[in-house]
């Protein structure tokens, strides 16, 4: 089984940067998809950013188009998530997770046959 181990996160004001990682302990099919959901309190989970690491493409929630950035080192088992231009509603735990396929259906993010979840790292935006 694939593991997967967080680092990053912490606490900032409005408008600030963070940048979270993820490290897979094998490359394999089962993080032919890799990637962050997010869990507000008193909310549901949300798909923030994927990568499918063979062959680069990303996906991105469009509440963090254009301020957050996904990628991959070039051993293609560690994926980092830079964050820009944090806004308190981005205040949230951060699971990385790893599958076989990155999804985008009605408008949500997902992973196909996930297979592993992270730990969890907390990102708190002030205001």
């Known amino acids: 089984q694939v593991q997967l181990v967080e680092s990053g996160g912490g606490s900032v004001q409005a408008g600030g940067s963070l940048r979270l990682s993820c490290a897979a302990s094998v490359y394999s099919a089962s993080t032919s998809c890799m990637g962050w959901f997010r869990r507000a309190p008193g909310k549901g989970r949300e798909g923030v950013a994927f990568?499918?690491?063979?062959?680069?493409?990303?996906l991105y929630a469009d509440s963090v188009k254009g301020r957050f950035t996904i990628s991959q080192d070039n051993a293609k088992n560690i994926v980092s998530l830079q964050m820009n231009d944090l806004k308190p509603e981005d205040t949230a735990m951060y699971y990385c997770?790893?599958?076989?396929?990155?999804?985008?259906?009605?408008?949500?993010?997902?992973?196909?046959?996930?297979?592993?979840w992270g730990q969890g790292t907390q990102v708190t935006v002030s205001s």
């Open positions: 990568i499918a690491t063979e062959s680069g493409s990303t």
């Open positions: 997770a790893a599958g076989q396929l990155c999804l985008f259906r009605g408008g949500d993010l997902g992973v196909g046959r996930l297979a592993s």
